[in-house]
């Protein structure tokens, strides 16, 4: 009992459920900052000390890999070693394992592959494509994906439905070709294996006797469909997620997927966590009448221990005004203290970092933008990148035009184009077509050497090598090194450098793997003191002691852009919900009375989010309501006179307070 006791001692009643709640399929509603990642790696270890399943037949799936990573140590540091053996990872990862298992092995196309990819057969079928540029069809593409249609499905009732619908399936056709998947399909694949193959589905359902999905509000459809092949009946499911903080319809995510969850599984139960660990009381007030306007979720309303918390709504003349006030008052607060790595600024739209910028930069305040440029998108990262995954597969036609493109070598356009149509007669991929027409001395000496130079770096390559060694040697044969040389970029040089710290270096296909699946949700660089400015968006799951939420006008937040239908408005108000949640202390909510526009100020109209915010509690209080006192802790109201509730609380017993009292939440 002694042990048993040391998994959940450290968990409120509500996470103590959950985590205890092992015979049923479960639904765990997490609001934010109340500690599920605590509890879902909690439960995961009680599950494995009780030994309701070994560690290879739990899958936990997360959104991220750093949300990946630290669930793997929580449950090394709760149960040590036999951690490793469990399937945790991303969506993405996940899938990719499973088909890598059953002898699939695809290249991956990350977005620039993609876009390179869409380019190429726009110009094959003589499209302008400053019209019709190649991410709009890339987006429509995915838009498809993500709703599981196919070319076959679509319609084509106008000039530009057929065009997508004629990129879309020869786009599928080149990927096939190219033994090569995009990110939509690696899990689209993985879905069309299990649904195909009764062996393979029964085979893992079976595997997983318990599969977690953390922020299961963010899932799209084929994510749930993923999900759903994987339960039998017999297993169980648990869902963890808060349908408050669904913000990536966009993205495609299906807020109704966990508003469903329990009319999807059968014996489901609903666990609901409340008790906030991360902010004040009164932030939490604000943030309770917030979300309380959105009539699609779950019924909830959070709770602290913490008090005296400091919200400022503060309205400018100017949007440069604006910037100004917040520049000032991290003056202040850094005076008083407070670390700039503890101070946000969040906006609604990535162009308002401008001005912020601008007002930062002349009050000398250092400050980083979270989601700027990456590593991997930088040129040289990704041409060494197209020689590594062309070694790979060299049908990848993709690589094979970035690589022979990547610096002068004296492989022209003309060769590129007699490459290209001989591959497309002979329905052979480029890299075959370039050896046939040397076997065949179907070029001209310039170009015969050039390209059988350029073939010879893949063949000088021993693919027992480490990849470190690998890259090294495609540097050193193919030119590309003393290509960067002669220039004196020698940055560049260092970044492809930098390239051999980015994953396993033992084996090619599972170092490109990992560079495939990398997310960047860990892009917080606490090593300097810099102020943090990003979009609400980047800023899910972060926390800070200070928070600037910023530009609350109409039109800008909520976005003029979606206002069709409440929905849209449902799904904004979450998004100035989860602003406001990432602020432990200090709050600061700011609008200005009038903005630049093309050159010129325009008036502004407060967000109608302000005013839901400056409302009282809709809830009236009276006998037998339960409520919460950041104070007093819970309790059952007795009875009310005038502006006086009799209240009888759990662990404090019966106290007067006024029903104005701001410590105090309806519950």
């Known amino acids: 009992m002694q042990q048993k006791n040391s998994i959940i001692n450290q968990l409120n009643e509500s996470q103590k459920q959950a985590v205890l709640e092992c015979n049923s399929n479960l639904l765990i509603i997490a609001g934010a900052g109340s500690g599920k990642t605590k509890t879902l790696t909690h439960k995961i270890a009680y599950i494995l000390q009780e030994s309701y399943a070994k560690p290879g037949e ?75 540029t190649p991410k709009i069809i890339l987006s429509k593409i995915s838009l498809h994906k993500l709703n599981m249609e196919k070319p076959a499905d679509l319609d084509d009732t106008t000039p530009y439905d057929k065009l997508v619908k004629r990129v879309y399936k020869t786009y599928e056709e080149e990927l096939e070709k190219a033994s090569a998947v995009d990110f939509d399909n690696i899990i689209i694949k993985t879905i069309e294996l299990l649904q195909n193959n009764e062996e393979i589905k029964e085979k893992y359902s079976k595997r997983f006797k318990y599969i977690f999905i953390d922020e299961y509000q963010d899932t799209n459809y084929p994510q749930y469909l993923f999900v759903r092949l994987l339960y039998n009946g017999k297993n169980r499911v648990c869902a963890v997620g808060d349908e408050d903080q669904s913000i990536y319809s966009f993205r495609g995510a299906k807020v109704e997927n966990i508003m469903r969850f329990d009319k999807e599984y059968d014996n489901c139960k609903i666990i609901k966590l409340t008790k906030n660990y991360r902010s004040t009381q009164e932030i939490l007030n604000v943030a309770n009448i917030l979300i309380s306007k959105n009539s699609f979720r779950n019924e909830k309303t959070l709770y602290s221990d913490k008090i005296g918390g400091k919200i400022t709504i503060k309205e400018l003349p100017t949007d440069s005004d604006e910037a100004d006030f917040i520049a000032q008052n991290i003056l202040k607060l850094q005076s008083e203290g407070e670390s700039l790595n503890d101070i946000a600024v969040l906006y609604r739209t990535n162009y308002q970092s401008r001005i912020f910028e601008e007002s930062l930069i002349r009050n000398s305040i250092p400050y980083s933008i979270i989601g700027s440029k990456k590593f991997l998108e930088r040129k040289e990262v990704k041409d060494i990148l197209s020689y590594l995954k062309l070694l790979l597969n060299p049908k990848d036609n993709v690589s094979f035009l970035r690589a022979v493109n990547s610096h002068p070598m004296g492989i022209g356009k003309a060769l590129v184009g007699k490459i290209t149509e001989y591959a497309q007669n002979l329905n052979i991929s480029m890299f075959e077509a370039s050896e046939e027409l040397i076997k065949n001395n ?119 852009n979606l206002k069709r239908n409440e929905l849209d408005i449902e799904e904004e108000r979450r998004l100035f919900y989860v602003a406001i949640t990432r602020a432990k202390t200090n709050l600061f909510i700011t609008h200005a009375q009038f903005r630049r526009k093309n050159n010129q100020y325009t008036p502004s109209k407060p967000s109608r989010f302000l005013e839901e915010i400056r409302s009282k509690e809709q809830k009236e209080i009276k006998r037998g309501v339960k409520v919460y006192h950041s104070v007093y802790g819970k309790g059952m109201v007795l009875s009310k006179e005038d502006k006086i509730l009799t209240i009888n609380f759990e662990h404090n017993g019966i106290k007067k307070v006024l029903t104005k009292d701001r410590n105090l939440t309806v519950i």
């Open 442 to 560: 179907s070029l001209t000496k310039k170009q015969l050497n050039t390209l059988s130079k350029f073939l010879n770096t893949f063949k000088s390559i021993d693919m027992n090598s480490t990849v470190d060694k690998i890259i090294d040697t495609i540097m050193e044969k193919s030119g590309y090194k003393n290509y960067l040389a002669e220039k004196f970029d020698y940055d560049r040089i260092s970044n492809v450098d930098e390239l051999k710290n980015a994953g396993d270096l033992s084996n090619l296909e599972v170092f490109l793997d990992s560079l495939s699946l990398l997310d960047y949700s860990d892009d917080l660089d606490k090593s300097a003191e810099l102020v943090k400015l990003m979009t609400i968006h980047a800023a899910k799951g972060l926390e800070f002691n200070t928070v600037f939420v910023v530009g609350l006008e109409e039109g800008l937040f909520p976005n003029e």
């Open 58 to 132: 739990i899958l936990a799936i997360t959104f991220t890999n750093k949300a990946a990573n630290e669930m793997k140590e929580r449950i090394a540091n709760l149960i040590g070693d036999k951690a490793k053996y469990m399937w945790i990872g991303t969506f993405h990862s996940i899938a990719l394992r499973v088909l890598r298992n059953e002898g699939i092995k695809p290249t991956i196309y990350d977005s620039k592959d993609q876009e390179n990819l869409i380019k190429s057969i726009l110009k094959r079928f003589n499209v302008d494509q400053k019209k019709y």
